[in-house]
């Protein structure tokens, strides 16, 4: 029962964690950030098996967490209000060329990282952009302007 | 004004009405996580030694060991005995919760015999002169099930002759 608790326990820490560090922190996957999802999967798996090695253990601990990432998926998708705490909301940053200054500061966003999303979009300048929209995987969706 | 995207609704999703709170929330949540660092920092969760002691006409026994664990932690109880009178079979009585969901890795210097006593360790350390001191070194490593808070007690008898006895608490987080 033990390992139960401790797997279901360290979902909900590291969903709680993923929900507050702020959705621009997690889509990019630096050097950096590849090792510390490692070493924080590392430290994890210490706290929910601990020092059991059995197959058993694995059993338990990865059943747990795949059936509270199928119960949170299914969450999300039954209920919208619920949806909109668990995964978050979209968030607009520039309407017709015009860059949301109060939207970007509420993201710890600055403008030079909204240029080089719009570069990797094949935009070469804000201006040119229609619609760009943070969404809630902290991938910034460009729509450009006709 | 250009047309917004699907899904997008501009009340909410550009002036952010109704998640006003949004920013807010977040950083009482991180400022809950750096309050638990904190915590940590300052020796909460363990596993810090502190020292307790206990004098009576007879002998002095000081105990260090952390008051907190975590588990799975390995961690060390020294027990200091310092003899004013000579001891004539110095037993130090360890009750169960010392024991209890707790693995007993070595005892060092071992005694000279261990046995039970209604239901404590007895551990008999054998003949102290006057004047002596005696440092006995227990490593213990918390079972990961094991929770919860206990109370410690600890007591040095002089054969079966009760000398003093000292009372600590343990927390073991899991």
């Known amino acids: 029962m033990d390992i139960v608790l401790r797997a279901a326990f360290a979902f909900a820490f590291i969903f709680f964690l993923t929900r507050i560090v702020g959705r621009r922190e997690l889509s990019s996957l630096e050097p950096f950030d590849l090792i510390m999802l490692i070493v924080l999967g590392d430290l994890v798996q210490q706290g929910v098996t601990q020092s059991d090695y059995s197959v058993t253990g694995l059993v338990l601990a990865a059943g747990t967490i795949a059936l509270l990432q199928v119960a949170v998926s299914y969450v999300n998708y039954r209920f919208r209000r619920v949806r909109q705490v668990l995964a978050g909301e979209p968030i607009v940053l520039i309407e017709d060329g015009r860059v949301l200054e109060a939207n970007l500061a509420r993201e710890r966003l600055t403008r030079g990282e909204l240029e080089e999303g719009a570069r990797q979009s094949q935009l070469d300048s804000l201006e040119k952009v229609r619609w760009a929209v943070l969404e809630s995987s902290g991938q910034i969706s460009f729509i450009p302007k006709q | ?174």
């Open chain 2, 1 to 174: 004004m250009a047309d917004q995207p699907d899904g997008i609704v501009l009340r909410r999703h550009r002036d952010l009405e109704g998640r006003f709170w949004g920013p807010w929330l977040r950083r009482a949540l991180l400022a809950l996580v750096a309050l638990v660092a904190i915590l940590g920092l300052v020796g909460v969760f363990g596993q810090r030694p502190s020292t307790t002691s206990a004098e009576a006409a007879p002998a002095t026994l000081a105990i260090s060991a952390p008051t907190a664990v975590r588990g799975g932690l390995l961690y060390q109880a020294r027990f200091t005995l310092e003899a004013s009178q000579a001891l004539t079979d110095a037993t130090l009585v360890l009750s169960s919760s010392w024991l209890d969901g707790v693995t007993v890795n070595t005892i060092e210097p071992s005694p000279l015999n261990q046995a039970s006593r209604d239901g404590s360790l007895a551990l008999s350390l054998g003949h102290l002169p006057a004047g002596s001191k005696y440092v006995l070194f227990m490593e213990f490593q918390v079972n990961p099930t094991t929770v919860g808070s206990r109370s410690l007690l600890t007591q040095l008898d002089d054969g079966e002759q009760p000398i003093l006895a000292i009372k600590r608490g343990l927390r073991i987080f899991p």
